[in-house]
């Protein structure tokens, strides 16, 4: 068996339990492909326990059976970057805050091996937003949002959007999110979004502070073309794509479709999606 692990250098609480996991790993001669941050990290740390480690790659270009992410939702979001649009199986250990995309928690990365062998999680295919234009000095992939926003310390920006070339809207605001059903409970849930179940075939538009109480959040198809041209007062303003940005002339023509291929979450088969909602959102 080959595992790949990327993970938050943040694990200091933790060390106890993956030390104990990476050893199993050993005795078990599973072998580990590991992400170089962490890798430096655990060294520093836990350097015993790193036997099952056989390379240390900064982009994982090669087949494994399954990738652990260890941390949060933020740290999901760049092991699935890393994994660079292969489709490959994705399972989250939350060492974060809430853990939306986690399938477990700590306590259970013991008996990760016998619950995987079980077949204890089973696959959700999540869509991904693609960025066609403009060109970008990072991937253009993104499983949660592609945000348009003002520039720090700029004033409200103007997304002028289309939806397969037809006007939709002149959003006036700080920003505009364009979410997946994954990302509707992160970033556009905090400005009003709708929560969009991981399997429906929709994307989320959200304006951030909009001008007009008549600018409110639209769940449109995630088949539609979205063609977003911001304009404002200032010279600039920031493209995020999950978390990497990009500061672009005022003028500059976005546009986002859904990507060619899709990222496989593992998600634990007794946790459906009613569940981790009443979990992570407190609901009775």
């Known amino acids: 068996m080959k595992i790949a692990i990327y993970g938050s250098r943040h694990q200091d609480a933790y060390l106890d339990i993956l030390e104990t996991f990476l050893r199993k790993l050993a005795d078990e001669k599973v072998e580990v492909v590991m992400h170089p941050k962490l890798y430096k990290y655990l060294l520093h740390s836990i350097p015993t326990a790193l036997a099952a480690v056989r390379r240390v790659a900064e982009r994982l270009d090669c087949e494994v059976d399954l990738v652990l992410s260890i941390g949060g939702d933020g740290t999901f979001l760049r092991t699935v970057q890393w994994t660079d649009g292969r489709p490959l199986p994705v399972l989250g250990v939350n060492t974060g805050h809430l853990g939306f995309l986690a399938a477990i928690g700590t306590d259970e990365l013991p ?121 404002g007062r200032a010279d600039r303003f920031r493209l995020s794509v999950d978390g990497r940005s990009v500061s672009l002339d005022m003028g500059t023509r976005v546009v986002i479709t859904r990507a060619p291929y899709t990222v496989t979450l593992l998600r634990h088969c007794q946790r459906g999606f009613a569940s981790v909602l009443n979990s992570k959102l407190g609901w009775e």
């Open 111 to 231: 008996q990760l091996l016998e619950s995987y062998r079980r077949g204890d999680f089973v696959p959700e295919q999540r869509s991904l937003l693609q960025v066609v234009e403009p060109e970008l000095p990072f991937g253009r992939f993104a499983l949660n949002e592609v945000t348009v926003a003002k520039d720090a310390n700029a004033s409200m920006i103007q997304a002028c959007t289309s939806l397969d070339g037809r006007h939709l809207c002149d959003y006036r605001a700080d920003g505009l999110i364009v979410a997946t059903p994954t990302g509707s409970t992160a970033y556009s849930l905090s400005v009003g979004g709708p929560v969009i179940a991981p399997d429906a075939p929709a994307f989320v538009l959200a304006p951030i502070a909009a001008h007009s109480l008549s600018m409110r959040p639209l769940v449109v198809s995630d088949s539609s073309r979205i063609e977003v041209e911001v304009n």
